[in-house]
């Protein structure tokens, strides 16, 4: 195979063929998909391969016959002169021969019997999939029997051989069945194969025959995907799985938990937080602070009782001066980081906290986007309000009033940057209108104006174009 290579100008590419141990057979069988894969790109190439290597095995065929013609000719000579000189001899060695051809071909027999082949196999549910499954399919597939499987073949297996083995319903020592013997009842089933490059699936229109289907894929390289035509297979699991019954004490409680429900069991359990009474009520004393937000601070304190607690650890009768008074018993438990009491308008309280903005207008979708993103939900949650109103936009960096590069202010940071990751004309129609213009004439990135000032206080914005701001 190297001098072929060399021959045709492609001797750079003998690792990968050693790699995957390409003769000039496999090259004749190989597809233009295969030798591409291999380098072999152009069709100049392929072609000049591929009728080196016919020429060569031609060669091969050739030197062959006329080596056991001639030395057929040399043989029958010297067992001519044998039989007529040495007749005892000539005897004994035609024993030894003929019983050495027949060991011969019993070994031969044999061998062509026991050509093993293992490909993996991959049987999929849906009938209309075209596409290889993603790591979440696979676990669904599995558990219903289907999915990633080896199944072994013989290089001589016709196509109703392969066709038995891959619809085997012979188990294994486990107890699975070897193949996947739901195929035999959904109306057909293809077989396909994943592009390169990608997961789109791909039919293979080769005979089923063992030694077809590995020259087919490349010298049994890769997965065969089963999928079936006219029904779709169920997704349903063999076995049901059953729950854990591992407990765990609480710590709150001292009671058993089931591991499992340990997590809901800790937001309902208020056992612990404060000192039970004889009889089993619970009365909770406690003093609730309340700041309120507007900007000239004033604080109210008063007292709270909580009385009659129900079965579920929850308070039926309140009693109090000031507004939910049982939250900052929970606050005390739960809540890290810097302090929820003001103690001093002149003192600043140090420690952790989660910073979100929220849209005065619009409170709640913009306080749930800002929430959804951060990590830990236990520390003190600072807050700050603005208005879209304060927010302004301008084309900075330039001569003119109708070019330059977008910046956007905020009452907080003042003015910042909009980063270009993503940005197209779309979003340059949307700053344009939001300034008066009636269209865009074009897009510029890269710092085209400049490399901005301040904080990036957008990135990744994709507009659809009805917006009325830029920030929406």
């Known amino acids: ?100 051809r027949n060991s011969t071909s019993n070994g031969s027999k044999r061998s062509a019997k026991g050509s093993p082949w293992t490909p993996t196999f991959v049987c999929l549910a849906d009938s209309a999939s075209s596409k290889a499954p993603s790591s979440v399919d696979k676990q669904i597939l599995y558990k219903a029997g289907l999915g990633v499987k080896k199944i072994k073949l013989d290089l001589e297996d016709n196509e109703q051989t392969v066709l038995d083995k891959i619809t085997s319903d012979t188990n294994d020592t486990l107890g699975n069945p070897l193949g996947f013997p739901q195929l035999k009842t959904i109306g057909g089933f293809e077989m396909l194969r994943c592009t390169p490059n990608c997961r789109d699936l791909t039919e293979i229109d080769s005979c089923w025959s063992a030694r077809d289907l590995r020259s087919t894929m490349g010298g049994g390289q890769g997965k065969i995907y089963l999928r079936p035509i006219q029904r779709s297979l169920s997704t349903k699991p063999l076995v049901q799985q059953s729950h854990s019954d591992v407990k765990e004490k609480c710590h709150m409680c001292d009671q058993e938990i089931l591991v499992r429900s340990l997590r809901d069991h800790l937001y309902t359990c208020t056992v612990g937080l404060d000192s039970n009474d004889e009889d089993g009520s619970e009365n909770i004393t406690s003093t609730a602070t309340i700041v ?145 213009f009636s269209g865009v004439s074009g897009t510029r990135k890269r710092a085209y104006y400049g490399r901005g000032t301040g904080s990036i206080l957008l990135d990744d914005v994709k507009c659809t174009g009805n917006e009325s701001f830029i920030w929406d």
């Open 1 to 100: 195979m190297e001098q072929i290579l060399q021959a045709v100008n492609l001797g750079t590419l003998l690792g990968g063929f050693q790699a995957q141990r390409m003769e000039e057979n496999d090259v004749l069988a190989a597809s233009d998909q295969e030798l591409i894969r291999l380098g072999v790109s152009t069709i100049g190439d392929r072609i000049r391969l591929r009728e080196a290597c016919r020429k060569k095995v031609e060669e091969n065929a050739a030197s062959t016959s006329q080596s056991s013609a001639s030395t057929s000719q040399a043989t029958a000579a010297r067992e001519e002169r044998l039989s007529i000189f040495h007749a005892r001899r000539h005897n004994s060695r035609s024993l030894t021969r003929a019983a050495s």
């Open 292 to 436: 309120s937000s507007t900007p000239s601070t004033s604080m109210v304190s008063g007292n709270a009782s909580i009385s009659s607690v129900n079965s579920d650890g929850l308070p039926a009768t309140i009693t109090a001066e000031a507004p939910d008074p049982i939250v900052p018993c929970f606050q005390q438990q739960f809540v890290t980081g810097r302090a929820l009491e003001v103690v001093s308008e002149d003192e600043v309280n140090e420690g952790d906290t989660n910073f979100i903005m929220v849209d005065r207008r619009n409170l709640i979708e913009t306080a749930f986007d800002e929430i959804m993103v951060l990590p830990e939900y236990r520390k003190t949650l600072q807050v700050q309000f603005y208005a879209k109103s304060d927010l302004q936009i301008r084309l900075a960096n330039t001569k003119s009033n109708e070019t330059g590069r977008v910046e956007i202010f905020h009452p907080s940071f003042g003015w910042g940057t909009v980063c270009d990751r993503g940005w197209d004309d779309t979003d340059s129609r949307v700053v344009c209108r939001q300034l008066g």
